[in-house]
């Protein structure tokens, strides 16, 4: 199996600025595509941004300009650095890849990993 570990959110004012991080650990062959989502109270869950394992970033359009996503794929981890929050950035932020992992013979098979959330509030 294949675990994402987060952290990094909080309480912030508006305006403010927060980074959240998300380690991945297991037994990992290749990660492809890593990415973060987030789901406010009473709505469904939607992509925030994405960067692929070549660096390629994709983002949504409520969060251009503010947000930015990275990786170090020599330590697992993604990164999204939040900038200019307002309080409609408010919900559990979740951190998402999928790859490669090893079986428990070696072989490698697909995995797509979630990690637990992490809240994030913007409000004064």
């Known amino acids: 199996q294949v675990q994402l570990e987060e952290s990094g959110g909080g309480l912030v004012q508006p305006g403010g600025s927060l980074r959240l991080s998300c380690a991945a650990s297991g037994s990992i062959s290749s990660i492809n595509t890593m990415g973060w989502y987030r789901q406010a109270p009473g709505r469904e869950r939607e992509l925030v941004a994405s960067i692929t394992n070549d660096g390629t970033t994709n983002y949504a359009d409520s969060v251009k300009g503010r947000f930015t996503i990275s990786r170090d794929n020599a330590k697992k981890t993604e990164y999204l650095q939040l900038d200019s929050l307002k309080p409609e950035d408010t919900a559990v932020y979740y951190c998402?890849?999928?790859?490669?992992?090893?079986?428990?013979?070696?072989?490698?098979?697909?995995?797509?990993?979630w990690g637990q959330g992490t809240q994030v509030t913007v409000s004064s």
């Open positions: 998402n890849a999928d790859g490669y992992r090893y079986n428990e013979w070696r072989q490698r098979i697909a995995f797509h990993s």
